[in-house]
Structures are given as C-alpha cells and as structure tokens.
C-alpha cells in the first residue's frame, strides 16, 4: 500500500505564495520522479513542474521563474513553493510520483488533490 498526502492549498490575493507539500508513506522502496499537476474547472489536467531523483527538473512554461520544485528523498516529500500567484492559477493541484514499492512493483501514484484559489 502506498498513500500520498498533500498539504498547503488555500486561498491567497494575486501576488501572493504558497507551498505545497506532498508526502509518500506505505511500503517504498524507492522514488522515481515526483512532479505537480493541476487542473482548472473545463480544463484538462497539465503539468506543471517535475523533478527526477537525480535532480532534472522541468517546468510549464506558465510558471517557469515563479514556481520551483524541489524533493527531501529521506522524506519522501516533493514541494511546490508558488510565488508572484495570479488568478489564472487557481486549480485543484495534485502531485503525483513514480514509485516503487518493495516487492520492486513500479507504481504511478496520485494524491487527493488540494485547491489553491487566487483572488484578483
């Protein structure tokens, strides 16, 4: 069993910051890539920034120098610290992971999803 519990969403002005957090717990052998996604009301779920366990990363273009992504592996918790928030960032954010378990089963897990409201 693996779960994956995200933290950090809320309601924030234009301009504003948040962080996101997301932790892994369950039978983990190890992480592979780690990476946030969102998705907006009618809209289809994007990416919006990834990180590999050697420390690749990869942005959307709508949040590159605004967003950074960064993993603590012995915690097995990825981050999203959002600055500079505009209106068209509100979305339900869910951070997904490529894990494997200890029976060496490659898995893609999601979290439940936490929205994160930008008010103009």
């Known amino acids: 069993q693996v779960q994956l519990e995200e933290s950090g969403g809320g309601l924030v002005q234009a301009g504003g910051s948040l962080r996101l957090s997301c932790a892994a717990s369950?039978?983990?052998?190890?992480?592979?890539?780690m990476g946030w996604y969102r998705q907006a009301p009618g809209k289809q779920r994007e990416l919006v920034a990834s990180?590999?366990?050697?420390?690749?990363?990869n942005y959307a273009d709508s949040v590159k120098g605004r967003f950074t992504i960064s993993r603590d592996n012995a915690k097995r918790t990825v981050f999203l610290q959002m600055n500079s928030l505009k209106p068209e960032d509100t979305a339900a954010y869910y951070c997904?992971?490529?894990?494997?378990?200890?029976?060496?089963?490659?898995?893609?897990?999601w979290g439940q999803g936490t929205q994160v409201t930008v008010s103009s």
């Open positions: 369950g039978s983990i052998f190890s992480i592979d890539t």
């Open positions: 997904n992971m490529v894990i494997f378990t200890t029976t060496l089963l490659r898995r893609d897990d």
């Open positions: 990180i590999t366990r050697g420390g690749s990363i």
